[in-house]
């Protein structure tokens, strides 16, 4: 079996298990207009993807359109040893045989998987010398600064797709020259491209009611089986350092119909699900979805949830599978979290920890961030206060059993916050802190950052049209997989660890709000 149809029945299987998809393939390859949509990672990573499915379907709701999808190959080996370009999974079409591709990119750590996605695909990645296929970009990366990225894609998304998509449809279908389409697209709200306009205000839609009505389960998934049903988008809370609460402050609520209707769906082939909310609990019908989703059969997987909020509505824990209680305090410091605007208490965190108790949970979960500006080593020693602390509530409450595990983020500063300017924790430190907290809780589960990825995602996240430049760089000299090490012997990472002075590259984009919300 040669290498090409290794990968084709490997696209077709994927194909086979899923559950969910609508599309009628044998009518859509007849389809005038062809576009891929692409997600630089694995399949296994994209496919559980609120924002990358949504596309997926609206597109295919257009009679003339058929998208199909690809990713990073799971069979990366096989596609380089013969030179095989990246195939979509609908029909294994080369995607540099499209003249349109569509990406949702959502973490800078992907970067270099979308370089060597594009060049294996013989793709050029500098669009100043490509023709086709034409790229834009969307997702929460290009949303706050797409400036890495400009010298690749021709045009990106900046905010939420539901209002825009169909403009660019539109504006496709005309079959325009290429510099005439982008043209036409720069003047729709939400849309940068590069050249055409110097100030870009972001797309949000008004209400969630309307917004993906189908989904896609697999055993494939990071997430197997599961349906990850969005109740809520947008964050009314006010922290600091959070991208969501600068960038989409307005909470949009799915209504409990709605979100009924299409859990109902699901339910013949798919027992498992994630309500999905920046906290479900901020929902004020979250007593009442937990309860009827439950009703209806499936296995309630809750995500991280504000201790104020989980408090006022503990009920819903008896609804929830009692595998995992995740809270994110941030800090376990109060000072600290006075600071940067994370309105919960220590009282409120033992509490949910009493309920965990109290409900039979299997483990606890903290997630918390080191680094934040004016941060001292007191405030991380609180970190290994509150975790004795809950570790002794739990011993007191007959749940000697339920384990504690910690995830330690390092604090990226993010552009549109509080902290865009302030200097980065470098590298070192961070891990000098990671250590010094493993080493006073040998006990405890403790996940952290890859010291390779947070050094890119310091070096991206604030970069401008040279930190691209620098990527592009990085990916020829050491690959996708490069050591930290290797990346600061081939360029200088010093300046990426400072304050930032000057002029802002993101600047020019406007993520306040723009229209009311529902």
């Given amino acids: 079996m040669t290498d090409l149809i290794k990968i084709k029945e490997y696209n077709k299987k994927l194909l086979q298990v899923e559950k969910g998809n609508t599309l009628n393939l044998k009518n859509k390859t007849k389809a005038q207009f062809k576009i891929g949509l692409g997600f630089a990672s694995e399949y296994k990573y994209a496919i559980h993807t609120i924002g990358f499915q949504y596309i997926y379907f609206k597109i295919n709701e257009y009679e003339d359109f058929f998208c199909q999808r690809f990713y990073y190959p799971d069979l990366i080996d096989l596609h380089k040893r013969s030179k095989i370009p990246v195939l979509t999974q609908e029909t294994n079409s080369p995607i540099n045989k499209m003249e349109l591709l569509l990406f949702s990119l959502n973490y800078e750590g992907n970067y270099l998987k979308l370089l060597d996605l594009l060049n294996l695909s013989g793709i050029q990645l500098n669009k100043a010398k490509r023709g086709f296929p034409i790229l834009i970009a969307g997702g929460i990366c290009p949303t706050y600064n797409p400036e890495p990225l400009k010298n690749i894609f021709d045009a990106f998304v900046i905010g939420e797709a539901e209002d825009v998509l169909p403009k660019i449809l539109k504006a496709y279908k005309n079959k325009l020259k290429k510099h005439d389409f982008l043209k036409k697209i720069s003047s729709v709200q939400g849309v940068y491209v590069p050249g055409y306009n110097t100030k870009v205000k972001k797309a949000q839609t008004a209400s969630l009611n309307t917004n993906l009505t189908s989904h896609i389960t697999t055993p494939f998934s990071k997430f197997p089986n599961t349906l990850f049903l969005e109740i809520q988008r947008g964050c009314q809370h006010n922290c600091k350092f959070c991208i969501l609460s600068h960038s989409f402050k307005e909470a949009r609520m799915r209504s409990i119909n709605k979100i009924l209707k299409i859990a109902k769906k699901q339910i013949s082939f798919c027992k498992n699900i994630r309500l999905i909310s920046p906290s479900s609990c901020d929902h004020p019908n979250a007593k009442k979805i937990y309860e009827k989703v439950k009703e209806l059969g499936f296995s309630i997987k809750s995500g991280s949830q504000r201790a104020d909020r989980l408090i006022q509505k503990k009920d819903i824990l008896k609804f929830v599978k009692n595998d995992k209680l995740t809270i994110a305090p ?19 965190i033992y509490d949910c920890v009493r309920l965990a108790a109290k409900n039979k949970y299997k483990t606890i979960q903290f997630f918390f961030i080191i680094g934040f500006s004016n941060e001292t080593s007191k405030d991380r020693q609180e970190i290994i206060k509150m975790v004795k602390k809950t570790r002794e509530i739990l011993d007191s409450n007959n749940s000697e059993k339920t384990t504690i595990e910690l995830t330690i983020n390092c604090h990226i500063k993010k552009p549109h916050t509080d902290f865009e300017r302030d200097a980065q924790l470098k590298v070192d430190k961070y891990l000098i802190h990671i250590n010094k907290i493993k080493s006073a809780l040998k006990k405890i ?10 050094l890119l995602e310091a070096i991206l996240v604030r970069g ?25 012997n081939l360029i200088n990472t010093d300046k990426y660890f400072t304050k930032i002075r000057g002029k802002l590259p993101w600047s020019f984009i406007n993520l306040r709000p723009s229209k009311k919300t529902k």
């Fill in 330 to 348: 941030e800090t376990a410091s109060a000072n600290l979290r006075n600071k940067i605007n994370k309105q919960i208490t220590n009282k409120q």
């Fill in 445 to 454: 589960k403790i996940d952290y950052m890859d010291e390779t990825l947070l």
């Fill in 464 to 488: 401008s049209e040279k930190e691209g430049m620098l990527l592009e760089k990085i990916y020829s000299a050491l690959g996708i997989n490069p050591k930290r090490k290797d990346i600061e």
